[in-house]
């Protein structure tokens, strides 16, 4: 299997990474298991494909077409600012004007979560009508630039994948430790009412998390779509359905609003399922698709120990966390 | 023959740590049946902390809890119940779904239709079901609550919850009660009405109270004993007369 | 098209997804599970269903050696002898829904014993996803491992029939009759699990769950045990779901493949349920027959309109009917009833009153009392 498909699998993962620390990101203010995190995945793709189709417009865009200039190279670039600032407005759209009027209603995690399926399947006729309309429901995966460096081959996609997840990385951690709001980010994230008490304004602090945290999404969605195409053959638009159940593993391996933690886990996930994937049609002669079994299988023995995920494990910080048992902790928080 | 000592509560050397925070550092405490036992200390001091441990809610790191000379450290809370040590919560905790009425029906104990499968035979529970329909009754006249007995529990004041807290213990067949502050939010007329009821639940059935309250004028009317708590530790015990006068006891108050 | 016939398929898949609902009603509406891996304990019909035809009839009533899906002449000799031999006689197609149907809630609540275990350690959020995860193994594990159903390729599967039903009732034997009874049968199902649902809830077990669901640390503090009651609903609903999903593929499709069982299915269900209302069985039922008329006239309306996109039309209407609900009516159509039980007879006599909800909702039609003030 050899450099270049470790290199490949850490890619997949860092997309992966991309887009699960974006929920992390939003979910440790907000507490919302966001569903509807999956469309912004696939608004991301659907906003990268328009912009490149707008900046040809008269050639043949529709259809397949669109993938002889959507090819991931230098010169369309560019086109992941649309994907993130699209992603990243339907995500505080969907903030502003659906999760936070319900949390000040005082609605449960339950109806939160019940929610973010309606708006899933809304986003997701929405993105029908896009792709529909350009002829777009399926597509292959337009490919990207390769070079070969050391003997190994690595697409500049997958260069793209490591440097975005450093910047995203690097930006949480500066925003975090260096200024005002992401001050305010954690100090919600740890205890919301005496934040709140404290004069921050909790509306604009998620408000930016939804934000960052989708746009990070539509920014994975991109790239995941380079690597693997439309997942299983099905629409584009299920790109990011097809995918949320990892990036639900990703971030409950983490450690539900953990954001590195997240990241680690997407890593991990991202090298399990595609050495698995890879094991499984060489050795095994089944299809790829069943090595969904060995991340999941893996998160889901996690949370059977670390109800918490990783975060309760290995945190400094947080480990008094998961000393305290659920029990304990829940009864004390009222 | 189980040994049936005096004491029906003895706390020796309980120990509940959060991380780095000591909330019970070492706590000892007997509480003799058929008493009324106070516990008092400034907030934080770890008195709810020591509730949730002795009813099971927390596990102790160190320490033993024997309950009618039986030991039960770590044991459920449900079976903590079933022996008859039943607690109320400091913020009242009621079910939101279920009208006063049914929220005390539904603490008693030993239900028959609570199996799945006798549920589904009416016969098997009704007439137990009707018995415990009037005991619930006569609890809530006993608390005060008949006028609000068919609204749905969030509906009722604050007060009225801590009420309802009372009257779901008590329908529990309790042998002893862990009250974490049955009065807060109570106007005086009515606290001291329940403290009343209270000792004529001691005195009529033999009940055991152990008491977390701060109104201190009113608990100190009621009690035996009084043990006082601070930064997770007891400083302080004696009769409530004793206690009033301990000048460890005023530092603390003062001092925060 | 015309309207009775259209009326009668409707009436008969609004049946299917009320079975459905229900069985969500129990573990999500009463208890309080956020049970996202419904679809596996559905696709346990399914496994049954293709089990019972493939393996234990042939062999126990037709004197067949049993079939394997995943070997290449299963085709020619499941559908060329076994399904003709059972279908020659609808007493044998009974005695395989029957089989089915059993072996499917028998097999669901296997799976709901493995699944509780998370069911009663996990925070809700963890364990939605957790179910969800486990859901979506299953169907996996169905899609790639052949020997069960068969894989992908949808395998027919020996529906009832419901021949001698129609000429009993209507003396007729025209499709449209046939038609009609199963709708009837379908309908009398529902009965029976309204029936039992009720019966069920509307006790103090029923009381149980739902201090359970409202506050699990009160509960457990009056000695209520907390994880044995989850296990308890989540086995009721998950024999109801297996059952409901024996139905689902012997009546409904007549035949199986694992892509009935995506995890979607799940939120279908809990769709049904949430805009009928939480808690409410009538409601289950009711949001049932919405939203099957939502889904199939949006899906008519869809394709109608000529667009690549008009198919998924139907997306847009569950979407918003969930929105919909949350943002006007958080409790759904019809709210969750009290519980009733001998208990508020004795709180009338004592009290010489009944309270004003149970002259309102449940003793409707016996109003010997007085027009409720509601006591506020
Ligand atoms: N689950 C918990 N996690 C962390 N700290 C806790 C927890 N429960 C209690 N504490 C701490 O333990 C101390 C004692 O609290 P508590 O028992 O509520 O005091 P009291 O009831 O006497 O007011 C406090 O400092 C409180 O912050
Ligand atoms: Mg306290």
Redesign the pocket.
């Given at each position: 299997m050899g450099v270049t498909f470790m290199v490949y699998s850490l890619a997949w993962g860092s997309a992966l990474a991309l887009m699960a620390s974006g929920l992390s990101l939003y979910y440790s203010v907000s507490k919302v298991a966001n569903f509807a995190h999956g469309s912004y995945v696939s608004m991301g793709l659907l906003a990268y494909l328009l912009a490149i189709a707008f900046a040809h417009w008269g050639s043949k865009i529709t259809g397949f077409g669109i993938d002889h200039y959507a090819i991931f190279n230098i010169s369309n670039l560019w086109a992941l600012i649309p994907a993130f600032l699209v992603a990243g407005l339907v995500s505080l759209a969907s903030f502003a004007g659906i999760f936070w009027p319900l949390m000040k209603r005082g609605a449960t995690p339950l109806q939160l979560l019940v929610a973010s399926i309606g708006l899933m399947f809304v986003l997701r006729f929405l993105m029908y009508i896009v792709a529909g309309s350009m002829n777009w429901i399926t597509l292959w995966t337009p490919g990207s630039t390769t070079y070969h460096i050391l003997g190994v081959r690595i697409t500049l996609a997958e260069i793209l994948s490591f440097v975005l997840l450093a910047l995203v990385a690097g930006l949480i951690a500066l925003l975090e430790t260096k200024t005002l709001i992401g001050v305010s980010l954690r100090a919600i994230a740890s205890n919301p009412s005496l934040a709140e008490a404290s004069g921050i304004d909790s509306f604009k602090v998620q408000a930016l998390a939804w934000f960052l945290g989708g746009g990070f999404a539509g920014l994975g969605g991109v790239l995941m779509f380079i690597f693997t195409g439309p997942p299983g053959g099905r629409p584009i638009v299920e790109l990011g359905w097809m995918n949320l159940l990892s990036i639900f593993a990703a971030a409950v391996l983490g450690g539900l609003g953990s954001f590195y933690g997240t990241i680690i886990a997407a890593l991990i996930l991202g090298i399990a399922f595609n050495q698995a994937a890879a094991w499984f049609t060489i050795y095994l002669n089944v299809s790829s698709s069943l090595a969904l079994l060995i991340p999941f299988g893996i998160t889901l023995l996690t949370l059977l120990f670390f109800p918490q995920g990783l975060a309760g494990i290995n945190w400094r910080k947080l480990v008094?966390k998961i000393r305290?048992t659920r029990v304990?902790?829940e009864?004390?928080?009222r | 023959m189980r040994k049936v000592s005096d004491e029906v509560l003895i706390v020796d050397n309980v120990h509940k740590y959060?991380?780095g925070?000591r909330?019970?550092d070492g706590v000892s405490l007997k509480v003799p049946r058929g008493s009324i036992v106070g516990l008092i200390?400034?907030?934080?001091?770890?008195?709810?902390?020591?509730?949730?441990t002795i009813s099971g809610f927390y596990k102790p790191n160190k320490g033993r809890i024997m309950f009618d000379g039986r030991d039960i450290t770590g044991l459920p809370p449900h079976r903590i119940y079933k022996l008859g040590l039943i607690r109320t919560f400091?913020n009242p905790r009621v079910w939101r779904s279920l009208t006063v009425f049914e929220n005390v029906l539904g603490s008693a104990k030993d239900q028959r239709g609570e199996n799945m499968l006798l549920a589904m035979i009416h016969a098997t529970w009704a007439s137990q079901e009707k018995k415990l329909a009037k005991e619930a009754l006569h609890w809530i006249d006993f608390t005060g609550l008949a006028p609000v007995d068919t609204r749905f529990a969030p509906e009722i004041s604050g007060g009225q919850m801590k009420l309802l807290e009372v009257a779901r213990a008590l329908m529990g067949s309790a042998k002893m009660l862990l009250l974490?502050e049955p009065a807060a939010g109570v106007n005086p007329v009515m606290a001291r009405k329940l403290f009343g009821g209270i000792e004529r639940l001691r005195s009529e059935m033999g009940l055991t109270f152990l008491i977390?309250e701060h109104r201190l004028e009113i608990l100190f009317d009621y009690v035996d004993y009084v043990y006082v708590?601070h930064r997770?530790r007891i400083v302080a015990e004696g009769k409530p007369e004793e206690v009033a006068e301990n000048p460890v006891v005023h530092d603390i108050y003062l001092g925060g | 098209m015309n309207i009775i016939s259209f009326l009668v398929t409707y009436l008969s898949v609004a049946a299917v997804y009320a079975l459905l609902a229900i069985s969500m009603n129990i573990d999500y509406g009463w208890a309080g599970i956020p049970d996202f891996g419904k679809a596996a304990f559905i696709a346990a019909g399914g496994i049954a269903a293709a089990i019972v035809a493939t393996r234990i009839v042939p062999p126990l009533m037709l004197h067949m050696h049993p079939a394997n899906p995943s070997k290449l002449s299963f085709f020619t000799y499941y559908n060329g002898k076994i399904l003709p031999a059972i279908t020659a006689h609808p007493i044998d197609t009974w005695i395989v829904f029957i089989i089915s149907i059993l072996l499917g809630g028998i097999i669901a609540a296997g799976f709901a014993v493995i699944f509780s275990y998370p069911a009663i350690r996990l925070k809700e959020d963890y364990l939605a996803i957790a179910l969800l995860m486990a859901a979506q193994i299953v169907w996996l594990f169905l899609r790639v491992y052949t020997p069960i159903m068969g894989g992908t390729m949808s395998m027919t599967l020996p529906s009832p029939s419901f021949k001698p039903i129609a000429r009993a009732l209507f003396h007729s034997t025209s499709p449209s009759a046939i038609d009609a009874a199963k709708a009837l049968f379908l309908w009398g199902l529902v009965g029976v699990f309204l029936y039992y649902a009720e019966k069920q809830m509307n006790s103090p077990f029923g009381r149980m769950l739902r201090m359970v669901r409202d506050d699990e640390y009160a509960a457990a503090a009056l000695g209520k045990n907390v994880a044995r009651a989850r296990l308890e609903s989540l086995i009721v609903a998950s024999f109801l779901a297996g059952v409901a999903g024996a139905v689902y593929v012997l009546i409904h499709f007549s035949s199986v493949n694992p892509d009935y069982f995506m995890p979607d299915l799940t939120f279908f269900v809990l769709t049904l349920v949430l805009v009928g209302g939480v808690g409410n069985n009538i409601g289950s039922i009711i949001g049932a027959l919405l939203i099957a008329l939502l889904y199939r006239a949006s899906y008519i309306f869809g394709t109608s309109l000529g667009f690549s996109w008009g198919s998924y039309l139907y997306y847009m209407i569950i979407g918003l009917a969930i929105l919909i609900t949350i943002f006007v009516r958080p409790n759904g159509i019809l709210p969750e009833k009290p519980v009733r039980t001998p208990a508020w007879d004795v709180y009338a006599l004592v009290r010489g009153k009944q309270p004003w909800f149970l002259r309102r909702i449940l003793m409707r039609g016996r109003g010997k009392v007085n027009t409720g003030e509601k006591s506020e």
């Open positions: 008094n305290i304990e902790e009864v004390v928080r | 959060f991380g925070i909330a019970v200390g400034p907030n934080g001091s770890g008195k709810t902390t020591l509730f949730n400091q974490d977390v708590m997770g | -």
